[in-house]
């Protein structure tokens, strides 16, 4: 059985990660990321790839985890912040 703290570990990676679903969903049926941070979204990544590389070197399954999808995630949306604003670019620029 898991211990306690990996399970107060797990809920809480949980919450935190699943808390940028809607934030992806919304950005891709959107299409747009105008209102987003680039720089709150590229020190958010970097930081999350920190916290992720810290819990491999410390084998910490709920960080491990928790971080991977995180990145994902906010990667995403990071992306899409940067695709879309560039489409958005040479939109304008045609007109």
Do not use: H
């Amino acid at each position: 059985m898991m211990e306690s703290e990996a399970l107060l570990g797990l809920a809480a990676a949980s919450c935190t990660t699943i808390a940028f679903v809607p934030q992806v969903w919304q950005v891709w049926r959107s299409r747009s990321a105008q209102d987003i941070s680039l720089g709150m979204y590229l020190i958010f990544v970097t930081g999350v790839a920190l916290w992720l590389v810290y819990g491999m070197l410390g084998r910490d399954l709920p960080l491990i985890l928790a971080n991977s999808v995180t990145l994902l995630l906010a990667g995403a949306v990071l992306v899409m912040k940067l695709v879309f604003e560039r489409r958005a670019g040479k939109s304008a620029a045609r007109r």
